[in-house]
Each structure stands twice: as C-alpha cells, then as structure tokens.
C-alpha cells in the first residue's frame, strides 16, 4: 500500500490547479468573539459541485491514461463524490456510472444527472452499494474510482488543506470532519507537512462514530448503522486512510445531532455562507471544546455545501 | 440640498475603512454560464450587521461632532438600516432609538435588539414611522440619522461599489436594487466616476415601483401601498436620492416577486451564499434582460444577508 507524501499533494496541486476553485478563506469576527479563538474557514462549498470531492476526483480522472479511462469510470457514493466524479469525467469526455443509494438526499441525486452521471439505486448498505458496482463494472468495464480508499483521490483532497495553509500561515490547530477519511487523511498530511507543531483534528458525529472507536482501538472498527444527519459522514475508514490517521492525526472529537445542528444555523445565521450538515461538524468540535480552543488560531474545513433548502433541520429542533 | 461628490465617497471611505469590511467579489461560472456574461457579485451580505447599512451608518456616525452625538441617534427603520446603525452607536458607545413597523421581519428585530437598540414599535406607515421618530427625538434629545436621505449616509453606501470597481475594473454596467436610494445614488456616483462608460441600472421590484415611476415621469412618485417580498425595497425616494437618480443613473428595471424568488433560490443553490430578498433583485433584473447581457463584464451588488431562515419563499412558490 502506497501512501501518499506531502510531495505527491504537491504534484497533484499543479495537476489540477487550472480545473479547480482556489477557495476563499472566510473569517467571521462574531463568532470569533462567541468562541474566544481565531478561525479561517477554507470554504468547500464554493468548489465546483458544491464540495471538496472535486479535488480528489479530478486528480484521479486526469491521471488515469488513455487506455485505462476509455470505458469511462465508476463509483458507489450517496452524493458528492458522485456528483464530482460525473463532473471530472464529463470534462474528459468518458462516461461516469454511479451506484447510488435511493435513500440519497434528492438535490444530490439531482446534481450527479445534471453533470451527466448513470445512476443505478441501490440498498443504502455498503454490501449492495458494492455488489452493485461489482455489476455496472462488469457492464460497461468502467474504472473503479474509490471515494476515498484511492491514493490520487487521498492527494487531491489534501490541496484544500495545502491553499489553507498557504493562506493562512502559522495556524496551530485544523478540525476537518471524517467519514471515510479522505479529506482528514490528505488534510494531515499537507498540515503536518507545512505547518511546524499544528494538532489535525478529525471531527466525526457520535451516530457514526467508527473513526473515533477505530483510533481508540487502534484497528478499524467499520461503521455498523451509522445514524446521523451528516449524510456525508457516514462510511466506514479504509486501511489506506485509517493507517495515515493513526500517523498524522492528534485525535477525533464526537458531537451530538443537537451540536451539529447548531452550528450549521451559526454558519449560516453569522457567515450568510451555506453548509450542508457534514460540513459543520468540525465548527460543532470547536464550539464544544472551548477549553482547547482558548486564543488559538486555528483552520476550519467547510467541506461542502449541497444542504437541501426544501428540507432544513433548524426548524425540526 | 448638497449632493455628494465621488471625493466625499473617498473621504468617506478613509473615514470608515477600518470599520467596515472590504467584503469579497464572488463569481460563479455556474451563473456565468447561464445567463451568457461574467457577473462579479459585491457580497455586502457578509458586511457587518449582514448588509451595506452599515457602511452609510458607521460614516454618519463617525462624522457627527462630540456634541452633536452625545445624545444619541435615532431612525425609522424596517430592519437593516436599524440594525446598522445600533452597532454604529454601540461602537462609539452612545445610545441609538429606533421607530420599527411591527411588521418587520422577526430576525431583524432581534438583530437590533442584540446591538442594544432600543425599539419603539409603530404601524408600518411612512406617516406612523415619522410619528413615532418625532416623539423619539423629542423625548431623548436624540439625532436622527434618515436612512437614505442624508448626505454621510449616502456617501457611506457609495463605497461598496468603490471597492467593487477597485477590485474589477472595466466593468461595463452596474445593477443594484433601489428601494429609498441610498445604495443606489452612492454606487452610481462612485461607479460614473471611477469607469468611463458603466451604465448604472436600478433594479425594483414591481409591487413597489416608485422608483421606476418617478424615473420615467422625471419627478418623485411616493411609493403607496407597496407589495413586495423584498422588505427592504419599501421605501421611497427622497429629494436627494432623485436628484442623483435622474442625473445618474441610466435606467431602473422592474421584475416580478416570481423571478425575484427564483433569483434568489439560485444564489443559494449555485453560489452557496445567503442573500434576503431584497439582495437578489438586481440578479433577477440580470436574469430578466438577456439581451442586454450578452457578453458582458457586469457588476451585481448584493445587498444584504438578513433572511429569515425559518421562513423561507422557495418552498411557498
């Protein structure tokens, strides 16, 4: 297994560099005021299709070779993977073909039409997720592209964390939300990498809490019944990401349903920016560790923004 | 009646520059796709207070003298003005009165309040709003500070469009809502001085059309009974507003409460920024005039942020 190296994030920066947002970095002096610290939001959910998946799924459809991508490419994912491995794959001029489950928010299943992506429904287990795939592949002799158990994918996530930095020098904490463990896994390796003495922290909601038991354990626990309003949260690690996050993560934290919640309306309510609820995870972490936060200057990854308007939880409270 | 210069805009902008954020220009290729131009959208939704208000209110009260500002400041307001200028005052630690329709949009009146503002309610009537501001002043010795019919305040709103025109030069037309006209007389004399050629548009919804109206008959047509979604577009022209309009402004576009909402809803969903009503009408003129688009390089202010998330009009549609 070939894990990548802050190197192999830099080459991918450039690879996809012409093709992806440089996103902004938002600061919000009010809810600097609310929680005592300083802290730079990298906002994925201004990438295109609304999420930093883009990142990881352009480095892997551009890096594929000629031969390997003429049958076009395939993956399992209930929203933002999908929608921007049909985006990438679109921009080559391959085929994309999603298994998907039906049980996926509606304005994804949306999105993924929209850039062209063939969506087979499935059962919202991994098992007829992968058996499903196992068949569209076998169909069309597509490309598996991973959501996140892929090395290119992993380097393509972590230049979100890398623009972070550069950004913004001298941080000395990052709270990236984990479900699969992309994003936390590149994330910790450009952090690590570039920033002297930074704690990564990997932010998971208590009803998926597979990431927090895994690196208590230290072995993978998969996620068994995941329950939680982060839709995006909800898969189990890989051995590819569970072994960077045993090397390059200080901790996982876990909040509540209610916290996520809240600070979802916060981000929205004080930065007029739209999160999906996966997103505000890790600003949820920060709200309910204040005694870690106290005076630092710390990163916040926004990791998308594909909420579903017809359907907001503040109003469910 | 003295109208203000693109100078007093400059002194003005000196004046509040350390008070005000220099809010970021946003582009969406999303947008830019589908309306056939590239839209640099000023985002004063994530100004202080969530709108431009602030901008006007902060120079007002920055510029009053030690005595003159001892007793306070007062205004009629159904919201963001109100909002502004209560953190303005909390800033230079005086007292502010607000006279606010008790039809006013909930999280605006706890906005104020949470600025310390204290409200008097009135009925939503310009006669009753003038009232009640009247018995204010005479009560508290206050200093009314009008929310578009006064020169510092104008001259505060006008640096939006300074900085956007600093930020993207060459823009050839510029579309920002008019309700009283205050962020539209200030973006217009900043925008004809600063751009040799930009076409300054007002944008009105057509259930408050006063703008539109005085326009076309070249004198002031108080708005009566106003109609709109868009609650911050209720007011009408001033004498000074008029004057700039009618020497600066080349035309004012009228749209329906329909496209005002589907405006607004593809703001939220394709640039994953909040805006309220009123903000999303000059992106709903943009959408409403493809033949005067085609091609080119426009500016589109977004106005404010305040919307009332638990009350939200897609879903209404």
């Known amino acids: 297994m070939k894990i990548p190296t802050y190197d192999d994030i830099r080459k991918a920066h450039q690879r996809i560099d012409s093709e992806v947002h440089r996103t902004p970095v938002l600061t919000s002096s009010d809810i600097n005021e609310m929680t005592g610290c300083h802290l730079y939001f990298k906002c994925e959910n201004f990438q295109k299709t ?13 890096s594929m070779t000629e031969t390997g991508a003429l049958e076009g490419v395939a993956t399992h994912s209930s929203g933002n993977h999908a929608a921007a491995l049909a985006l990438a794959a679109k921009k080559r001029g391959i085929g994309c073909y999603i298994a998907m489950p039906h049980t996926a928010p509606k304005n994804k299943i ?10 087979t429904f499935c059962e919202p287990t991994l098992l007829s997720r992968e058996e499903t795939l196992v068949k569209i592949i076998r169909e069309t002799g597509s490309a598996f592209v991973h959501p996140y158990d892929n090395f290119n994918v992993i380097c393509g996530q972590g230049t979100a964390a890398k623009e972070l930095l550069e950004d913004c020098p001298g941080l000395e904490a ?41 690196f208590q354990s230290r072995k993978i626990i998969p996620s068994v019944n995941p329950c939680t309003i982060a839709d995006g ?17 200080d901790e996982i934290f876990t909040v509540s349903e209610k916290h996520i919640i809240t600070a979802m309306q916060l981000i929205w309510e004080r930065m007029k920016i ?26 916040v990854m926004l990791t998308g923004g594909n909420a579903d308007l017809f359907n907001l939880p503040f109003a469910k409270k």
Chains 1, 2 share one sequence.
């Open 274 to 299: 739209i999160v999906e609820p996966s997103a505000a995870v890790a600003f949820a972490v920060v709200m309910q560790n204040p005694d870690l936060m106290k005076g630092i200057k710390a990163g």
């Open 50 to 62: 609304g999420a930093f998946k883009f990142r990881g799924a352009t480095n892997a459809v551009i």
């Open 174 to 214: 990052l709270f990236v939300p984990v479900g699969g463990g992309g994003i936390l896994s590149g994330s910790a390796i450009s952090a690590k990498a570039m920033q002297k003495g930074i704690r990564v922290y990997g932010c998971e909601p208590a009803g998926a809490d597979d990431a927090y038991r895994s």
């Open 110 to 119: 949306a999105a993924v039409k929209s850039y062209g992506g063939k969506i």
């Open 233 to 249: 949260l909800l898969t189990s690690l890989s051995e590819m990401t569970f072994s960077i996050m045993m090397n390059q993560v």
